[in-house]
């Protein structure tokens, strides 16, 4: 019984034209491609299970020490999607998550600033987010960072980064992708943003180095955002992001000649303990997670790992410019 039906399953097949069967085989393929692209939409649209949770315990746990605000520039059309992997992935081990954005949705903590949503006006949004955060949430953080929704943040790297220095500290690391400390805040809407000899008034046009200078003129420090030995820190450029030209760098290679980031000798300039990657894909978010805080190579020692020494007010001017 059974044989027969599989020769009839393969007589009718055979009876099947070429281009007949290649259409079917293009549908098939067509529909398997949507489900593999659908699936994180559909996951991540989901609206259960949305509570904070702080993953891993770890031995050192600065979360309490080193307060981290983020503030990540979105809008409402990216909230089910590009918002929502950042909510699920590093966003959740800020100490406070917001989403500046051009709709308010209270569960996820988005608000709705202004004039939001023009891509073009970054400096207006760059101001106005500082000034919001001023306003309502400068005591809940030490530490203010900004991101976008293609920036992956490795919260206990950063928390690293920042535990030598006091909140009180006028001081920034990296720009874009800033964070700084609240004194920094403090004068960056205290002191420049109402003098327009200090900072840029109009609110048209990006930002694009103005930040930078408008915390300069208001006399807070640029910090050094690299490692002990020298090593980048911020501002790395995911590897999946430009072809994995960063894992194999070759100074005669084009893409080395000609992009900005040439000097960097790929991922052997970057240090042991990044704390920002930039142009990271919504679905490299979750991969990402992976990689950082589950992913292990069998067979290594665990490291034995220190502290950075606290910095004394008095060693300030030690404290170099430049990321
Ligand atoms: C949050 O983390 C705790 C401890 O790791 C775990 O027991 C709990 O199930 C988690 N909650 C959610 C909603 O993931
Ligand atoms: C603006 O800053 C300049 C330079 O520091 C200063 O001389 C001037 O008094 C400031 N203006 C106001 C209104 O604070
Ligand atoms: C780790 O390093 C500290 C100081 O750097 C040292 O006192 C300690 O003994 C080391 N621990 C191990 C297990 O190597």
Redesign the pocket.
Known sequence: MAAEESTSTTKSTSKLSGPLLFLLLGIGIGYLITQVFLWPIFNLSSRT?L?L???SKRDVDLYEEVRVLCFVYTKSSQHHLEAMGVFRTWGKRCNKLVFMSDKEDTEMGAINLPGNGKRIETWRKTKQALKYIYDYHLDEADWFLEADTRTYVIMENLRQMLYPYSSSMPIYFGSPGIVMSRAALRRFVDLSLPNATLCEPKDTGATMGKLRECLNNAKVMAGNSRDIKGRRRMYLIDPQARLNAYLRYDPNYWFWQYIAYRNQEGTFSWSNYPVTFHYVQNRNMFYFEYMIYRLKGFGHKLINESLPAKIVEAKEAEITAGR
């Open positions: 299970n509570t949770n702080i993953t």
